[in-house]
């Protein structure tokens, strides 16, 4: 449980760091070499200005030198990131059943936990910047494969062909997206499939593997389906083919597949 409060607590202050990185990337701006300024007044941030969270809420909701407002996302984002880095935790604990109270679990828990918070964080990020610049960011999806590749060559040390069912998943991921993205290209003359979901799938298939991730290709364009009736009833359209977010579907999917995706597998008779 204390484990579980000191994640929640790191993956706010993590997440005022995913708050720059939301905001930077689409729009090309450097992470890092600057200090964090104002986006009104340009004035640069003191320590005070910047607690997740608290800042926001006693300082009034207002930049402290212009009194501009500050969008209610900040805080938002912050422990929405929380929640995702509790998230890995459970992962980690409930469904790959890490017990943390036995001594020889510690270490390789906590490892997985990093491994599934770089990974769930992927896809936090992607789900949020894909919504609203509908871009999938080739950065986070490098960085996070960096984590997790370095994360399951230490967990699996000295058996490292174990990291081989890794990459069949990363393979058969890029290898699904990437026949129906040339497939709709060669129909409608024109990118009807982002090339950035064939990287997204492939760094999915990395972490959830071969089984997993067949059914996440397939199971997205259900969800992405509900996602544009949800989006039509509350009156937003999108233009099909070219506006529908799939990535933040895919990812979704993804969360789904990894916690029920076994029972799935069992009704559909496969074990
Ligand atoms: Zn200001």
Same mark, same amino acid.
């Given at each position: 449980m204390i484990i579980c409060l000191f994640i929640f607590i790191f993956g706010i202050v993590w997440g005022s760091f995913y708050n720059v990185v939301?905001?930077? #990337?689409?729009?090309?701006?450097?992470?890092?070499?600057?200090?964090?300024?104002?986006p009104t007044c340009n004035h640069t941030l003191q320590a005070l200005d910047l607690v997740p969270v608290f800042s926001w809420i006693f !300082?009034?909701?207002k930049c402290r030198y212009c009194k501009e407002k500050i969008s209610w996302r900040y805080p938002l984002f912050e422990l929405l990131t929380g929640f995702v880095f509790v998230g890995a935790y459970f992962y980690?604990?409930?469904?790959?059943g890490y017990n943390f109270n036995r001594s020889n679990e510690f270490l390789e828990g906590i490892l997985q936990i990093i491994i599934y918070c770089s990974f769930f964080s992927m896809l936090y990020l992607?789900? #949020?910047m894909d919504f609203e610049y509908m871009i999938v960011s080739l950065n986070v999806l490098g960085v996070t494969f960096a984590i997790q590749l370095i994360g399951f060559i230490v967990l699996y040390y000295?058996?490292?062909?174990n990291l081989k069912s890794h990459f069949v998943g990363l393979i058969l991921g890029a290898l699904i997206y990437l026949v129906i993205y040339l497939v709709s290209k060669a129909i409608y003359k024109q990118e009807a499939f982002g090339q950035g979901d064939v990287y997204l799938l492939a760094a999915i298939g990395f972490v959830v593997g071969r089984n997993h991730v067949i059914? #996440?290709?397939?199971?997205?364009?259900?969800v992405a389906l509900i996602l544009v009736? #949800?989006?039509?009833? !509350?009156g937003k359209k999108f233009e099909m083919r070219k506006e529908v977010p799939f990535g933040p579907a895919m990812c979704i999917t993804t969360i789904i597949i990894m916690i029920w995706g076994e029972r799935i597998l069992n009704l559909l008779g496969y074990h």
């Open positions: 939301v905001y930077r #990337i689409p729009k090309n701006l450097p992470l890092v070499n600057d200090r964090s300024k104002c !300082l009034g909701q980690v604990t409930n469904v790959l992607t789900t #949020i000295p058996n490292l062909p059914m #996440i290709a397939m199971m997205s364009f259900f009736g #949800i989006a039509a009833v !509350l």
